[in-house]
């Protein structure tokens, strides 16, 4: 498996910020190529999106959901792959909050693996998360919020 990381510092508190990240049918407005996110239930999501010129769907489950600290998924159909995206106050000012998503995926076919080899899904999760932090500091306020937590794949 493949694996990226990346990181932003985004000017609202932690709680705002993971707030927003719940609300995974608001997907689209921030992250590219994403054309659908459907919850499901409080566990299951369903994507639809446009990957290298290609449309994709597959469906996830949030196997953590810790709020205002981290979510965790992993694909359950569609190409492999499985993240975390985790929150923390900015050391120097609480209402600031550090974004780092963590993605391990498997390319598939020769296409996705020439666009790997360029950087694209990296670029990709780059660009997105500068796409969330103009979103959430233009609205300054979350669009809704899910703070139910999930360990272990359960909900608690």
Known sequence: MEKIEKSIEVNV??????????????????????????????????????IMGKDVEWDAKITE????????????????????????????????????VGLEYEPRGAT?????????LSSRVEGDLERFKRFIEQRGTETGAWRGTIKGGEVT
């Open 13 to 50: 508190p932690v709680s705002t910020a993971y707030n927003q990240w719940t609300q995974f049918e608001e997907f689209p407005r921030f992250m590219e190529g994403v054309k659908e996110v459907r919850q499901l239930d409080e566990k299951h999501l369903h994507w639809r999106a446009e």
């Open 65 to 100: 959901q810790l709020p205002d600290r981290q979510i965790a998924w992993e694909s359950t159909s569609g190409a492999p792959n499985r993240g975390t995206v985790s929150f923390k106050s900015s050391t120097a000012d609480p209402n600031k909050t550090v974004v780092t």
């Open 112 to 120: 996705e693996k020439m666009g790997d080899i360029f950087g694209a």
